[in-house]
């Protein structure tokens, strides 16, 4: 019991300092404890004090009721490598020019952008979108001197909304699907009305929001400014980049016709994009900071190592200290205890209470961790509660930047390009309309279940 107790102290302290990221000063030295510093600290306390071990955290990223922890690493870290190498060939700069000389205002940006986040989320996932669309939408701000926050705010919720229609489109469906043993056929069948009235709602909300701030024209830059030599710095290189990541895309939108799991895609085309990156590094390099001598001749890495710097890899130690966290809670028997508190009698009570405690619960936990926790809560509860962990899964990482691995990421890729993004500003954009699609969804998710 002490244990228990010294542990879920602990883990509330390590949410805190990881929202938080305190700095102190040494000498002189300024020191931030970052949500890498602050899990790695967490995860040697736990080892040190005897309640976990190394093989507690072999455990927590090992196959848990259908749920594979350490394939979903694999889906997000891989994703961000192939998207941020495609990012590096220029393609998407060039994308992002033509996709903008052919709007003419700021709404009908807004609609086209939302539109397309969308249709990507169905077929592929939430991260891909989000790591591929910012900085298309941040080229496109500067382009037409607009502000890009609405549509970076819209196209985000838009990602962690559509991604419901199929389980392919968030990681955290694949958790709910095989804790409940639901096919692709029939997790669409259930989730199609809950996305639907999701996807109305938040169109809605942010178009009542943001429509005095969309511009009444967009102006480029003359086409003398925009030379495709400046953006494109090997034509061969982005030629393969793109051409690779067309064929990624259609074997991840297909991958569960053909049989290729989604981790199994992932990895494969981060090994290409990792030896393409190899091939071109002497070429694309555009410093001397990592050479490597080869008797008379040299070759230059750093573009290869840049890229895999783009990579968050600090996030790998948080992901895995509330993996640990999820796994010690299920030993010591809390997951147990607290499933007794989702027995409700009203079928709309449950759904409701389920989707608004599993979309906050993922701004405490992460919308991973989290689901597997609940997953092992509810696996034997009826289907509305499956349902219901999808919506407050997906929804909950549209809350705070924390609510979901994309989250952290998105505001990392955004830093990257000098635009400040934290929970304050994002949670202030977002709240009240994941209020709202929590709400409505869940109505409809009870309409389901009553009628079918």
Not at 116 to 126: Q, R, W
Not at 383 to 390: E, G, I, T
Request: hydrophobic share 50%.
């Amino acid at each position: 019991m002490v244990a228990l107790i010294f542990t879920i102290h602990l883990f509330f302290a390590t949410v805190y300092l990881v929202i938080k990221e305190p700095e102190v000063v040494v000498k002189n030295r300024k020191i931030i404890f970052d949500y890498a510093r602050v899990s790695l600290g967490v995860l040697g306390l736990l080892i040190a004090s005897g309640i976990a071990s190394l093989t507690t955290v072999k455990e927590a990223i090992m196959p848990q009721m259908n749920i594979v922890p350490w394939q979903i690493l694999i889906i997000f870290f891989g994703s961000a490598y192939i998207c941020s190498s495609l990012d590096e060939s220029g393609v998407l700069k060039f994308v992002a020019y033509k996709f903008a000389t052919n709007t003419k205002n700021g709404r009908e940006l807004f609609f086209k952008l939302t539109l397309l986040a969308g249709i990507l989320t169905v077929f592929t996932s939430n991260d891909i979108v989000t790591l591929t669309l910012t900085p298309i939408i941040v080229y496109i701000a500067q382009y037409a001197h607009i502000d890009p926050l609405p549509y970076l705010i819209t196209t985000f919720f838009t990602s962690n909304t559509w991604s419901m229609f199929f389980y392919i489109g968030n990681p955290t469906n694949v958790i709910v699907a095989q804790a409940y043993r639901l096919n692709f056929a029939t997790y669409a069948k259930y989730m199609f009305l809950p996305t639907l009235t999701a996807i109305l709602t938040s169109i809605i909300g942010f178009y009542l929001r943001y429509r005095n701030k969309l511009p009444e024209s967009i102006t480029l830059e003359s086409k003398e400014s925009f030379s495709l030599d400046k953006v494109i710095k090997d034509k061969r290189y982005a030629f393969l980049s793109s051409a690779f990541f067309v064929v990624f895309f259609f074997t991840i939108a297909l991958g569960d016709v053909v049989g290729i799991e989604l981790w199994k895609a992932i990895s494969i085309f981060s090994a290409i994009y990792l030896l393409l990156n190899l091939a071109f590094s002497d070429v694309l390099s555009t410093r001397d900071e990592v050479v490597v001598e080869m008797g008379r001749f040299d070759y230059n890495l750093t573009f290869l190592v840049d890229t895999l710097r783009r990579v968050p890899w600090k996030m790998l130690p948080m992901v895995v200290t509330f993996f640990v966290f999820v796994h010690i809670f299920t030993t010591f028997g809390l997951t147990r205890y607290l499933s007794t508190f989702f027995s409700f009698r009203d079928e709309l009570i449950g759904t409701v209470v389920t989707s608004f405690v599993s979309a906050f619960a993922a701004n405490i936990m992460i919308n991973q961790p989290m689901t597997i926790f609940f997953a092992q809560m509810l696996y034997d509860r009826p289907v509305n509660y499956a349902m219901s962990l999808v919506l407050g899964s997906n929804i909950g990482g549209n809350i705070t930047l924390i609510g979901a691995l994309a989250g952290v990421m998105w505001s990392r890729i955004l830093k990257y390009y000098n635009i400040e993004m934290n929970n304050k500003k994002f949670t202030r954009e977002t709240f009240l309309i994941a209020m709202l699609v929590l709400l409505f969804s869940s109505l409809a998710i009870h309409l389901f279940t009553k009628i079918f």
